[in-house]
């Protein structure tokens, strides 16, 4: 069965204060795994897709990573705006089974300024 | 480019009562699949709807079901609410089943 393992469960930062996320995974095939915003009260966020081992993508303050077994979001310099929950989700190669989005229960980030 | 809409925002619903909740997907968006998220369970994946075919279904009794029109509007129905039934119902829309999902804000839906 898919599964996605998120940790810390919460993180509580300083703003400025740089950190990581992570997301380890078990799935039939990878076909991607997908990194997600969500602030109270709101969908999700769509941030990255990441697809094959080695890949890595940034978007302003955030990096994403990506090995065979886990993946990494980076924070760098975050900021008060940056507090949400980070979530992260595989999908599995289609004809596989696995072909649904599988989530992790996510990270709560906490910035203070 | 509008955003996924769904409709109502919110509800409250007896137990017992049956509800259907509507989701507008992103415009030339075929894709459409349906997510329930609680505290304790996290995000689970309900089902997924491509040019009016279920592709994939989740772990959800048969009281959980849904449809697409060919406009690629999607609707889901939970019929014989229970308390446990009390989420937030996520729909979520993509060009197809390759590509990345784009979420609306959500039904919350509250069961008494």
């Known amino acids: 069965e898919d599964q996605v393992t998120q940790s810390p469960e919460a993180l509580r930062l300083q703003e400025g204060e740089s950190s990581s996320l992570n997301c380890s995974y078990t799935?039939?095939?990878?076909?991607?795994l997908f990194w997600y915003r969500q602030d109270p009260g709101k969908g999700p966020e769509f941030l990255f897709t990441l697809y094959s081992a080695g890949e890595e993508k940034e978007k302003e303050r955030l990096k994403a990573t990506l090995t065979k077994k886990e993946s990494f979001l980076h924070i760098t310099a975050p900021k008060p705006e940056d507090s949400a929950t980070y979530l992260c989700?595989?999908?599995?190669?289609f004809g596989s089974g696995s072909e649904k989005l599988v989530f992790g229960k996510g990270t709560k980030l906490t910035v203070n300024p | 480019k509008a955003g996924v809409t769904q409709t109502p925002r919110y509800l409250i619903k007896t137990r017992g009562q049956q509800v259907t909740l509507s989701c507008s997907p992103i415009s030339g968006h075929r894709s459409v699949s349906w997510y329930q998220q609680t505290p304790g369970q996290g995000l689970q994946f309900l089902f997924e709807?491509?040019?009016?075919?279920?592709?994939n279904k989740g772990n959800f009794p048969g009281r959980f079901s849904g449809r697409q029109f060919s406009n690629s509007r999607s609707e889901m129905n939970v019929s014989t609410l229970e308390l446990g039934d009390s989420a937030l119902y996520l729909c979520?829309?993509?060009?197809?089943?390759?590509?990345?999902?784009?979420f609306g804000p959500g039904t919350r839906l509250t069961v008494t």
């Open positions: 979520a829309s993509s060009k197809s089943p390759n590509y990345e999902q784009y």
């Open positions: 709807y491509f040019s009016e075919t279920q592709r």
């Open positions: 799935v039939s095939g990878l076909r991607g």
């Open positions: 989700a595989v999908q599995g190669a």
